[in-house]
Nanobody, 124 residues
Framework: VQLQASGGGLVQAGGSLRLSCAAS????????LGWFRQAPGKERKFVSA????????RYADSVKGRFAISKDTAKNTVFLQMNSLKPEDTAVYYC??????????????????WGQGTQVTVSS
């Protein structure tokens, strides 16, 4: 499956963006899809994940209450709605797929298929 992330951009603190991760080549059914982010000079970190079949979700503590992950089964696409953005949310955001058990969903080592990343910049 090929993943195409989009929707990043420059936004002021307090603003919103919606990222999209469109999959092609095969259905996301049966996969878990995660969003990760990497700021300059820092490690890649888990942001959120969703079970494409079933819809269970998980969020990093740093984004709970501000970000919402969702899916459009017909479009084979996962979205990340980001509200109340903060300068510390600035990073390249990546989507990726895995079949790992849900308890390990936050570990990026278990993801084997990554999109190209989309830049999110939040100005203060």
């Amino acid at each position: 499956v090929q993943l195409q992330a989009s929707g990043g951009g420059l936004v002021q603190a307090g603003g919103s963006l919606r990222l999209s991760c469109a999959a092609s080549g095969r259905t996301l059914s049966g996969y878990r899809l995660g969003w990760f982010r990497q700021a300059p000079g820092k490690e890649r970190k888990f942001v959120s994940a969703i079970q494409f079949s079933g819809g269970s979700t998980r969020y990093a503590d740093s984004v709970k209450g501000r970000f919402a992950i969702s899916k459009d089964t017909a479009k084979n696409t996962v979205f990340l709605q980001m509200n109340s953005l903060k300068p510390e949310d600035t990073a390249v955001y990546y989507c990726a797929t895995t079949r790992i058990v849900w308890s390990e969903i936050e570990n990026d080592r278990h993801y084997d298929n990554w999109g190209q990343g989309t830049q999110v910049t939040v100005s203060s």
